[in-house]
């Protein structure tokens, strides 16, 4: 009984914790009442788009702001850009954050962006197919539409549209409806205004910013975070006009696009014609960090040196800094404050401790539900400590499964993510689909290694565990109890305080009838793989310390465990990031080619820390249980909702 009372102690504290960071995190991003934000959709064909709005309580009728469109990049939501939001509304202008198409609530598929059936291989306009860089592709639909990202539906025809019929329809995935639908907003001054992206929205950025060029709302400046630029000649200059344009590369670029599909971001990238032409100068004359033109006649250019890699451009200060005086050049906004006082990130790392805070809670949770008459028989006694391995087959079999994880990473997860023949009208996620190519052969291998696991056991006389159905049954319902208080509390918050649990990036989302759809396809695989993944590292792997009580045992244990889970791909984290740091470049780009370099190498950032916290819960409810199926489970589960519920689909 005291272990309940203490068990719910710590639920109230930790979900009151919650809250309480929640409640600060909004009074930022409200900025202490002087900012209303709220959501809405916009109407297109085959569904809708869903936006969220940041309005200064001092921009009205009779006193119109400026405004500014933002646009994520691929993987992300409106949230993720939400420092520059925040940032520019606390500064007076009007800001509209997009759900792009395939992403966020909205409704309608990355389909919608359009596909053709050749592709580019180096940056546009400085293809030919006499040396192959302009070359004819086929297979899934997904995989035509993933490799058309940089192709915008202002080229010409030469990029946008092939010989069967298919054109890249809307390269702004939405964008360009979004901003028109900002510019009639009556407390908004349409003749200031601007658009800035990430990565896949810079390609929207550029696709807003022609499909308006030359009207009354042309956008008066564009910043790119993580940009690619293209020749003059890939679209017809006289009709399209790009007013101060802002580009902010980073160093350590994990997309080779981004920068000119060289190894390494250096001042030799500023030498070429690509760079120095944008710039308006050159060869000689280009540098980092150097506005060239002026604001006057829209002439205004530069290329901000960022020191950090892709994914954390959105909330780089420097990079802030660099684009909030950009756009007070070119829109004069209204409120003057010191562009290097930012207390945006702030506002995430109170998100990240609240989501923290909520997926701890599950812990005394559990607790309190396994004394209860319903769950007590979910607990059971440890395996015997007979086949417990040891010595060199503790370490052959631990660097035998860290580097089947590791070195199938990027080849599955890239194979998955386009080309794996999926029914591709229920196999909707991108990356999602990715993962389940992994997923896949790990499970096959699991299946083998189990065999041949269990035939040793029973010439060795071992006695195998017992599987219990109305245990597994039981976990599984104790399982998604758990998760459950974390969709309960994310409700909650996206309801009252227009935030979710994540930090920076999509973690955990509420579901629309697309992505909960989406969940039910894609959770029987996640579940297999957990339920087999969980089993081999906790039953077959033990180590002494799993029968050991205390706080230092569970962390050697917890170690030992996270090393075997996330090990594999802890290897790749450093073949890829130790040459890019020593100029060398991306270990993927420089080892396997540009193919498998990019986006899954660029997710090892979010995914790392999910199984750190996995391995955590892992090694908890399996030491508590005597079994891997609750953990196995609830990892599912999470793993599961962050894949269909915060990524793309098509």
Known sequence: MKKTKRSFVVLIVLLLLSCGLMFAADRIQRDNGRIEISDGTIPVDEGFMTYKLYRPKDATASNKAPAV????????DHETCAAYAIELARRGAVVLCLDEYGHGSTTVGLLKRGYVDHKVSVNYGND???????????????????????NLSFFNDHYSKDDHGNAITDSSCGG???????????????????????????????????????????????????????TDDVYDTSKYHFNNVLLLQAKYDEFSYFRDYQLNVTDNLLKTPLRYEFLGTTADMAAWNTTYGTFNDGSARRIELLNTNHRLTTHHLHGLETALDWLDSALELPNDFDHSQINAKIKEYLVLGAMLAVLFAMFPLMNILLETKLFKNVVQELPSKEGMLKGRSRVSGTLITMLLSGLSF???????????????????????????????????????SNLITSAKNKKAGIEKERFSFPVWLLSLLLAFYAVAMVYLMNFLYSRIFDLDLRFIWPFFREFNSIRIVQFAVYIPFFALFYLLNNSKVMRDMRIRSTYEKGVSAFLRNWLYNFLLMAGGVLLIVLLEYIPFFLGIGPGADVLFGSTFGGPFMSILILFVPQVLFFSVLCTWCYRKTGRAYTGALIAAMLACWIVTGGSSFV
Not at 131 to 137: A, L, N
Not at 181 to 192: E, H, Q, W
């Open 69 to 76: 469109l933002l646009l994520h990049g691929y993987q992300n």
């Open 128 to 150: 030919s197919e006499a040396d192959g860089t302009y070359s004819s592709i086929g297979s899934t639909i997904r995989y035509r539409i993933l490799m058309n990202f940089s």
């Open 176 to 230: 360009s409806i979004a901003y028109e639908y900002l510019s009639k907003l009556d407390y908004v001054d349409a003749s200031r205004m601007a658009v800035s992206g990430h990565s896949m929205g810079t390609w929207s950025s550029w696709s807003v910013a022609a499909a308006w060029s030359g009207t009354a709302i042309e956008p008066k400046a564009i910043v790119l975070q993580c940009g690619e630029l293209f």
């Open 410 to 448: 990027p080849f599955m997860t890239q194979l998955g993510h386009a080309l794996l023949p999926l029914p591709e009208n229920i196999f909707r996620m991108t990356v999602g689909n990715g993962f389940l190519s992994w997923y896949l052969l790990l499970i096959l291998i699991m299946c083998i």
